[in-house]
T-cell receptor, first 113, second 114 residues
């Protein structure tokens, strides 16, 4: 079992659906992140949670809604997505300190139809 | 805002040879960290090596080493004795000394020729 687990691994959803991505870390970290990885583009930081508090939201559309109920779990709630939202969504965790290594999950491959 | 640039979309190297992947970054901060991550086809991002900006000595991890040129804002990765398992996407990343996430470059696809 890896330190950061994401479910589901693959998701196909219609534009009117509501779904959620789940991330769980077993590393005792106090910071968690959502990244979006699209083809031909750098990984984009979406949200940052430090000690369960959201500290960064990089102009992400409101159709993406994060939730961090505790320091071990992170969710990304999805609703009324667009086809251009199809991408690999990666969750990561680390200690808050800047030099600490970020550990990544294997991602959820999302396809919006 | 910080930016990270990887100018080599793809690199190819013979097995057992040495290859260098380039990365430049732009920042006005003095306290930051630089990373190289590897992403194989399994999609799992794995840390290869880390460099603290305040350290002049280049980081080394077994066959992986960096050439950190702070004034030039350059952070290249050298892979010695390349192995087939090194084939992957390699991402250069920047993190502020504060509690922010990582800023990534576009990545370099490394191909290992047997």
């Amino acid at each position: 079992e890896t330190g950061v687990t994401q479910t589901p691994r693959h998701l196909v959803m219609g534009m009117t659906n509501k779904k959620s991505l789940k991330c769980e870390q077993h590393l005792g970290h106090n910071a968690m992140y959502w990244y979006k990885q699209s083809a031909k583009k750098p990984l984009e930081l979406m949200f940052v949670y430090n000690f369960k508090e959201q500290t960064e939201n990089n102009s992400v559309p409101s159709r993406f809604s994060p939730e961090c109920p505790n320091s071990s779990h992170l969710f990304l709630h999805l609703h009324t997505l667009q086809p251009e939202d199809s991408a690999l969504y990666l969750c990561a965790s680390s200690q808050v300190q800047g030099g600490s290594e970020a550990f990544f999950g294997q991602g959820t491959r999302l396809t919006v139809v | 805002a910080q930016t990270v640039t990887q100018s080599q979309p793809e690199m190819s190297v013979q097995e057992a040879e040495t290859v260098t992947l380039s990365c430049t970054y732009d920042t006005s901060e003095s306290d930051y960290y630089l990373f190289w991550y590897k992403q194989p086809p399994s999609r799992q991002m794995i840390l290869v090596i880390r460099q603290e900006a305040y350290k002049q000595q280049n980081a080394t991890e077994n066959r992986f080493s960096v050439n950190f040129q702070k004034a030039a804002k350059s952070f290249s990765l050298k892979i010695s004795d390349s192995q087939l398992g090194d084939a992957a996407m390699y991402f250069c990343a920047y993190r502020s000394g504060g509690a922010d996430g990582l800023t990534f470059g576009k990545g370099t696809h490394l191909i290992i020729q047997p």
